[in-house]
């Protein structure tokens, strides 16, 4: 492919620390679509994080929620920090085994609580789970009675208050947690009694996740005012009650279209508050803040090309080689991305665009606000989608028989790795039960 030149944006703001020439080395060498992982992003939003809590009195730990993103090499990249790892599946346990990555480091929060999840994740070394049921709980006790393993455990409150985020999970009579206060056995108060009576299980503390994308941080002031009434309470039932974790789980935001408020911000606001309620209530937690989102968003791009476009009177409507497929939130969540054309235009004229990706589906349209102009773009230009490292690459699928694409490492160094191989099509053909000749 020629190499575009670039008109009137200064791409060294745009891109962080991938440069315009690195995007074009890489495309002619890669092809289209491809994404880009920039490790230096990835360890500099993690140090963000862990500054923006260092007001806490106590100990504070990062969690890695590997749902975001998964891809092996991010998760060893994150291993060397020595931070913790929140996983939810056995799958995920699976990837992070064979990264050998530290099994101590895990906290386990599952969705389903299935006795013979439990017994594995134990078998492996796993010994911090959160529970979010009462069944949960007794499968966890079923299991660890199996194996004569001592757990410890973590309880998920559901605070169901009203949290601004793109996406909430504190609703009430919600998926996610145990009510602080209800008539069955999914109550708060009435499963940690339990956790308290039971030899093998030990009791280490609290956790709940408000949501995704979090606008506002007065959920959580929220929250541990709510929280402070069930600690009263069990500090009064329960001798020597005491909690050693308390997980804030994750939701810090990235900026992707609109403002958000800073990692510092969020940080400050909920720290000013823990020191006065673990004051107050005399306990002294390791707060745990987990984050997949603020971690792995930013550290990527997506790279596509125009490959077909059309005029309208008011607009171009771009064609690219990428879809929904790929970026999968723009069509679950109606989410804008950052986007960045590279063109070989010499015109300074802007203008409105749409842009549709490949796939046959009136759904397959990026999102962008109505007042956003970009430089004129013809077939072969770039599009490219910035902060995609969250909730994207995990959610590839085949829709179309599409294979997944590349995904490069820009290292510390920057020299650039491939992390993910491209599929190849014969590959996805047999996986989906091709190869019928070999069966007959
Ligand atoms: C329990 C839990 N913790 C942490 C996260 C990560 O959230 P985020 O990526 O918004 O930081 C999630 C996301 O779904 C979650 O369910």
Sequence with gaps: MSKPSLQNIDISTRYSTITEEEIYTVVTEFGTPLYVVDEQIILDN????????????????IAYSLKSNFN????????????LFDLTSLGELYFFEQCRANIDNVLYTSVTEEEDEYYSAMQSGISKFVIGSYNGLINLISASESLNISPKVLVRINPEIDVKADISASSGMGKFGIPLSNSSNDDAFYIINKIFDNNLLQFHGIHFHLGS???DPSCFIQTLDLLSSLIKQLKSSINDFTISILDIGGGTPVEYTKPVPS??????????KLNEFTNSLDISPTLIVESGRYLSAESSIL????VNSKSYPDCKFHIIDAGYNLLLDSALMKQEYPIDIITR?????????KIGGRLCDTLDTFNISPEKKFPRASINDLVVFRNVGAYSI???MPFHCQTKPAILLRRTDHSIDIIREPEKIEDLFNSEGGNLSSKQ
Excluded: A, M, W
């Design 263 to 272: 990692p510092e911000y969020i940080g400050k606001t909920i720290t000013d």
């Design 394 to 396: 995990v959610f590839n």
């Design 72 to 83: 092996p090499s991010i998760i060893e990249i994150l291993n060397k920090e020595s931070i």
């Design 213 to 215: 994308q979090i606008s």
């Design 46 to 61: 993690l140090s963000t994080l862990e500054t923006s809590f260092n007001n806490y009195n106590g100990k504070t730990s």
């Design 303 to 306: 790279i596509s090309r125009i």
């Design 345 to 353: 235009s010499q015109s300074t004229t802007l203008e409105n665009i």
